[in-house]
């Protein structure tokens, strides 16, 4: 992947089997990314984020107030599970540990603990309980769609859902896809289940995805338009 800054503004770009560009903004940070045709020159990839400036800067800005307005971890805050908000309370203890009891999320910590420790302690409650809803989720389709992955991981992504590795057979899950409803997880993993018959975005994939999960333009439509912008 090779990167090229932009009237002050770093864009990485990757370059694939396909007719035309697309780029997009992802949260947190904003960061930009384009996938180009193989062949198509710096300049034209220039002048086209150039004429789109005033659309990225939008929302890069967007993004900026909502991670203004987004978790510390601290009293009152909320935490997201599984598409469901709920009440964050901080209860001082030298245990650390997070527990979603009834309508309430409790995070035992040191008080003079920092932001990064506490989301440490959260994260690792989020990847046990989406991993092994991840794999009965991969198992199912594994079968209906007739491919098997290699093996699963998950990883804290800031800019994509998922990935698959065509050549490894190797599928990568977002973290955050445990803050979401069941549904999001579901088209994530039939999406990348669906390289492993057809590696690009092109009209064939579509078609398996078609086949598969017929509302998946809905769902990812759905999924992306709060954080991720594209053009």
Not at 174 to 185: G, I, R, T, V, Y
Request: hydrophobic share 35%; net charge positive; glycine share 4%.
């Amino acid at each position: 992947m090779e990167t090229l800054e932009i009237c002050g503004i770093e864009v990485e770009i990757e370059r694939k089997k396909i007719k035309n560009l697309r780029m997009y903004v992802h949260p947190p940070y904003g960061n930009v990314t384009i996938s180009a045709p193989l062949k198509m020159s710096d300049e034209t990839i220039i002048r086209f984020v150039t004429s789109k400036i005033d659309w990225i800067e939008k929302h890069q800005s967007k993004f900026q107030k909502q991670k203004s307005k987004a978790c510390r971890y601290t009293n009152g805050d909320e935490i997201n599970i599984w598409g469901k908000k709920y009440p964050l309370t901080i209860i001082p203890s030298e245990t650390k540990s997070f527990i979603v009891s009834g309508d309430n999320a409790l995070l035992l910590i040191d008080e003079s603990s920092t932001f990064e420790q506490r989301e440490k302690v959260v994260n690792v409650w989020y990847k046990n309980q989406l991993e092994p809803i991840m794999l009965e989720t991969a198992k199912r389709w594994e079968n209906i769609i007739g491919v098997k992955a290699s093996s699963y991981i998950i990883r804290n992504m800031h800019t994509r859902w998922g990935n698959c590795n065509t050549s490894t057979k190797r599928i990568c899950i977002n973290l955050q896809l445990a803050k979401k409803s069941p549904e999001f997880l579901e088209y994530v993993v039939i999406h990348e289940l669906c390289h492993l018959l057809e590696g690009s975005h092109n009209e064939v994939f579509k078609l398996y995805m078609d086949k598969y999960l017929p509302d998946w333009r809905a769902l990812r439509k759905k999924l992306n338009e709060e954080p991720i912008g594209t053009f």
